[in-house]
């Protein structure tokens, strides 16, 4: 896949002709004023003065041109004194002669200030293309730093060139090696056909420093490997006189972008390992926590029934019997719920849940899920805030149960007996939250506020050491919660520990039935 | 004149449940017979007309609700239908096409038990809020004669529709109502349209008959298949 950046230039620079026409302006008019005003003041001044005012006219018209029109207008400027100021009057000819080495004064005059005005202009030039380079250069590390997205990189890319440079620019990058078919498919240029396509040709088949000029476009490869894996077009500028920049310096800027490019490369590629191996991480946390977790019961239940099998039934006391069989029962039921996570757990991640989401109140499915949660709650006080104009909410049941029964039984798990826990719910910026609290020791720090993923990714166990299972429940609420387009966080409670913060989109609710029809 | 005890037909592939469900049936005074397949649990339904019938919707040789849209509608016998978690749509599908009631492996014995005596007693016993009935349960009473509803004493105000669904409620009590059969018993045909309907009822029969509407003891949920009244064991 070829991702495109093209940006064209926004502000209008001076065209050929309105520049010549200026520089015409400026030959122009100090002589003739210098002219018009010497006439007038003829019989007042003497020749010499009036030669000054000449000299003038020769040196602001050459500071303003280059050192040929310099010339002219020193040429035109001596024409001129010698018709105008040199008797006689109206003719080239010269009674003295020492007016020649005026003339020649002037004619160095007018040489040596257009010198002078055409160095300094070359060096005011190079200094803004200078700052263009690097502007732009900076530019682009400001704002290619923190882009992933290539689509975005290449826009963000071509729009720096093109402002710097003032031409046209098209960026590609490829996600692969770049096919030089595709390339020219996705390059909607008119020259394509003929010049871009021929020059493409070389720089595709084998990775070259330096930019390739062809009919006034230039094309470059960027970024390391061969064949590269993008390329900077930039278009020919529409005054061929008013090109600012030159060839190294468009080489510098593409091969600062190619710099950026493979950054971003690298970083992506970077990103992508810590992210596997995270999830690695997590796979395997899971597997021992679950591993761990289903010995236990088990553990438990053969060693009951292998006690309640051993011995005749009669030697038995009737309350360690009945105390073996409850731990047989309880520690089956423990084992269910597990499990029951787990397939849950299975079967999101393999995206085979459908949501079957129906509108309904928030009550029902906070009260199905205590419900559920019923027997093991009663050690805990439980209650339950939920805001009286609570609109109906587009989920499923049974996963948003299942949400709010993993919370619930992480709190009763990580609290002690008698701590209480608080269910509220309330609607915020067009977002249902609802929000399973409780006061026992909270998250650490790093787990705060995090996103979810990153908490069930780094470290589950150090955060609450008796994990049942809570990073897999837990991950499943997540699960769920981003199925339903909602949100999952943890929040540190005022005055001691930790809340599970529910976000859901509300959605446009259905109309509720018409009372009309239901009236007495 | 001793009455035989209530003989319960056990369809359900698993031995290992099949003889741990028989053992608790005996315990509580049931006979039962067995059936390891579809086939054989159709024919033994057929042939030993037995009071109830335990059905496993996951059966080696096919659908359990093919047995139930056998039996139904000629053969009345309560079918309660254990299904596995996942097999939500089977079991609405089931009890849609009339199967009574419905347990969700595992379940307690004694969950089981009950859900027996009550489909049982559906079976021969005249149903509360049908030919004028009254029904108690949880401090709530209704009156189908007088169209009255009161809740510790208290007259409670209901709206046609509302009374109308907890009527529903009410003749199915015990036993659970799915969403598609109350939703066309309180609105007929036209309720595919608005399903959301039957839940905001629901909220305002709790909001007037429940103390803790977020946490129901007389009209409760069954997540993902529709609601339960419960009903005072007598």
Sequence with gaps: ?520 | MAIAAPLILIVDDEAPVRSVLAAALHAAGYRTIEAPTLRFGLSHALGHRPDLILLDLGLPDGPGLSLVTTLRPAIRTPIIVLSARGEDRAKVAALDAGADDYLTKPFSIEELLARIRVALRHADAPICGENGLAFAAGGVHVDPVRRAVSRDGEAIHLTPTEYKLLLALVRQAGRVATHRSLLTEVWGQSAAAHPHYLRVYMAQLRNKLEDDPSNPVLLLTEPGVGYRMIENAS
């Design chain 1, 1 to 520: 896949m070829i991702h495109l950046g093209h940006a064209t230039t926004a502000g209008s620079t001076p065209s050929s002709s309105e520049r010549h026409l200026l520089v015409g302006a400026w030959l122009f008019w100090p002589l003739v004023l210098a002219g018009v005003l010497g006439l007038a003041l003829r019989t007042h001044l003497r020749t010499v003065d009036l030669a000054m005012l000449m000299l003038l006219a020769v040196v602001v018209a050459s500071s303003r041109t280059g050192p040929f029109l310099a010339a002219l207008a020193a040429l035109l400027a001596i024409a001129a004194f010698d018709i105008l100021f040199v008797p006689p009057y109206y003719t080239f000819s010269v009674d003295d002669a020492s007016y020649l080495l005026t003339f020649v004064v002037m004619l160095a005059v007018g040489l040596a200030v257009g010198q002078l005005t055409a160095r300094l202009r070359e060096e005011a030039l190079a200094r803004r293309r200078r700052s263009i380079v690097t502007d732009a250069a900076l530019a682009l590390t400001d704002e290619l730093s923190d882009i992933r997205d290539p689509l975005v990189m290449v826009g963000a890319a071509a729009r720096i060139l093109a402002d710097a440079i003032g031409r046209e620019t098209r960026v590609l990058l490829a996600d692969e090696v770049l096919d030089i078919e595709e390339v020219a498919a996705t390059i909607p240029i008119e020259a394509s056909d003929h010049g871009i396509r021929d020059a493409l040709l070389p720089i595709l088949a084998e990775t070259s420093d330096h930019g390739t000029s062809v009919d006034g476009w230039f094309v470059q490869a960027i970024g390391v490997g061969s064949p590269p894996r993008g390329i900077v077009v930039i278009s020919p500028a529409s005054d061929p006189e008013g090109e600012l920049l030159p060839m190294d310096m468009l080489n510098a800027l593409a091969e600062r972008l190619g710099l950026h490019v493979d950054r971003n490369r690298l970083l992506v590629r970077h990103e992508r390992a810590q992210i596997e191996i995270a999830a690695e991480r997590l796979r395997t946390a899971l597997l021992s926590s679950v591993s761990h977790d289903l010995r236990t019961p088990l553990a438990a239940i053969e060693g009951a029934a292998g006690t309640l099998l051993l011995e005749p039934a009669s030697d038995i006391p009737t309350d360690v019997r009945v105390r073996l069989l409850r731990t047989i029962h309880d520690e089956a039921d423990r084992m269910n719920r597990l499990i029951g996570n787990l397939l849950e757990m299975v079967r999101l991640e393999s995206g085979v849940v459908p949501v079957h989401a129906t509108w309904q109140p928030v009550e029902e499915v906070v009260g199905t899920a205590r419900h559920r949660v019923a027997e093991r709650i009663a050690s805990h006080p439980l209650t339950v805030a939920l805001a009286h104009d609570l609109p109906l909410v587009f989920i499923d049941e049974l996963l948003f149960e299942q949400v709010l029964v993993n919370l619930l039984d992480n709190a009763i798990r990580h609290t002690p007996v008698g701590t209480r826990i608080d269910i509220r719910g309330r609607v915020a910026d067009k977002q249902l939250e609802l929000e399973v609290a409780d006061r026992g020791q909270g998250f650490t720090p790093t787990a705060l506020g995090t996103d979810f993923s990153s908490f069930a990714r780094g470290g589950m166990h150090e955060d609450r050491p008796s994990t049942a299972g809570l990073g897999l429940g837990l991950s499943i609420c997540q699960g769920i919660m981003i199925a339903h387009g909602g949100t999952i966080r943890i929040r540190s409670r005022a005055g001691g520990g930790a809340a599970l913060n529910l976000r859901l989109p509300l959605g446009d609710p259905p109309a509720p039935p018409p009372t009309g029809l239901d009236a007495d």
